[in-house]
């Protein structure tokens, strides 16, 4: 089997989800295709993959997509590639998942199966960024007052979720964001009253025994994130995620040292070596990779058995389209250090949900594992009439 063309699909701009997904389409000689996402998609950063499919198109022509791990390679000792990079890795990251999805297709079973086999049938998910709502069509434009955040855990509880993540930080109560400077340095009296207003109305709304992640996407430093954190001790907190910047090991030592709540991130480390400095030194309990963007599947195993080796759990990164979705689904089935999966509430919303023909959404907080061959998700023929396709051959 030879691949004979790929498409690069930049689907119709969803604003109200902010963001633009962008696809590979990956075609061979035996008429199987498969479809894999550049995970870097919100704020439009998919736009900067486009020139490096069209590039890395032209080395895949006439290769055998089943040597998957072997084109992986090739494809991360390229120039740029060999530093790593969001958008270079998320490039490198939609071929990837494209060529599990075919390898999947020719011999007929999930990606699950050709990992080894599924550890379990369901996986428990979370309700995450419920700042921002749930199953708000708007949701990027949504307030930051506690009465629509109490709602909207209230929604996700209603549904049977026993965990939801929240980003107490990022707006205040008039729905203005965290000031940059007071975010790495020092936080106010106020940010601290009015989050910990937050943290109260939510573990009010959720009850005792329900998990809270705390969100802070990178917008503290050491010395913000041990403030924040001592704040949160008491509402007993699953993980605190992002708490610095990963690249800043001595930040994450000092949280580490200073915290007793345990830590997380990796949707902004790529590769096996993004990770292990943190791993190696103790500093995190659950990484976070993305599969649109960390290296995909075949990095993505590779991350999850470091994690395990220095006795971590993983947790993927997904907040984009269901074709991410469903990949995300097939690889934490098949690792033992599965811990919960994300359902962003991005992944709620028609506009989103329309793009496959497939809408897979969890019942009571759990989703069933699909058994269709491949990744288990196309894009819709709606999707496919109101996209930019280029065809590279």
């Given at each position: ?95 990837d998942t494209a060529l599990w999805d ?49 709602e909207s855990c209230q929604k996700a ?13 990022a707006k205040d109560f008039d729905g ?218």
């Amino acid at each position: 089997m030879k691949i004979t063309s790929t498409d690069i699909i930049k689907l119709k701009a969803a604003k109200t989800a902010g963001q633009t997904p962008v696809l590979i389409r990956i075609h061979t000689d035996e008429g199987i295709y498969g479809y894999g996402e550049a995970g870097v998609s919100i704020m439009d950063y998919s736009l900067g993959c486009m020139e490096l499919l069209r590039s890395f198109s032209r080395m895949l022509i006439g290769k055998n997509p089943l040597e998957n791990d072997v084109i992986y390679t090739q494809l991360v000792n390229t120039f740029w590639a060999k530093g790593n990079g969001g958008v270079i890795m998320a490039a490198i990251s939609a071929i990837d998942t494209a060529l599990w999805d075919i390898k999947g297709k020719y011999f007929g079973v999930p990606v699950y199966e050709l990992l080894g086999g599924k550890y379990r049938d369901k996986l428990r998910s979370y309700a995450s960024q419920l700042q921002n709502g749930w199953k708000y069509p708007d949701f990027l434009g949504s307030p930051g007052d506690i009465g629509f955040l109490k709602e909207s855990c209230q929604k996700a509880v209603e549904e049977g979720y026993d965990c939801i993540k929240v980003d107490f930080i990022a707006k205040d109560f008039d729905g203005i964001p965290l000031n940059g400077d007071e975010g790495r340095n020092w936080l106010s009296v106020k940010t601290l009253r009015q989050t910990e207003q937050k943290l109260q109305a939510v573990r009010e709304v959720i009850g005792e025994d329900a998990e809270l992640i705390l969100e802070n996407h990178c917008l503290t430093g050491a010395n913000t994130a041990i403030q924040f954190a001592k704040l949160a001790k008491e509402y007993h907190p699953m993980l605190l995620e992002e708490p610095a910047n990963p690249l800043d090991e001595l930040d994450y030592r000092r949280i580490r040292e200073a915290v007793d709540i345990p830590l997380a991130t990796g949707e902004r480390s790529y590769t096996r070596r993004g990770f292990l400095p943190l791993l190696k030194n103790g500093y995190l309990d659950v990484v976070q990779p993305d599969l649109g963007n960390c290296g995909g599947i075949t990095e993505g195993r590779k991350i999850a058995d470091l994690a395990e080796t220095f006795g971590a759990t993983v947790q993927t990164h997904t907040c984009n389209t269901p074709i991410s979705v469903a990949a995300a689904l097939q690889f934490e089935a098949a690792i033992p250090n599965f811990i919960i999966h994300e359902h962003h509430t991005n992944n709620t919303l028609p506009i989103n949900t329309e793009l496959c023909i497939y809408d897979y959404q969890p019942v009571d907080g759990y989703f069933a594992v699909p058994d269709l061959p491949g990744i288990g998700n196309e894009l819709s023929e709606k999707a496919l009439a109101e996209a930019e396709i280029e065809i590279i051959s």
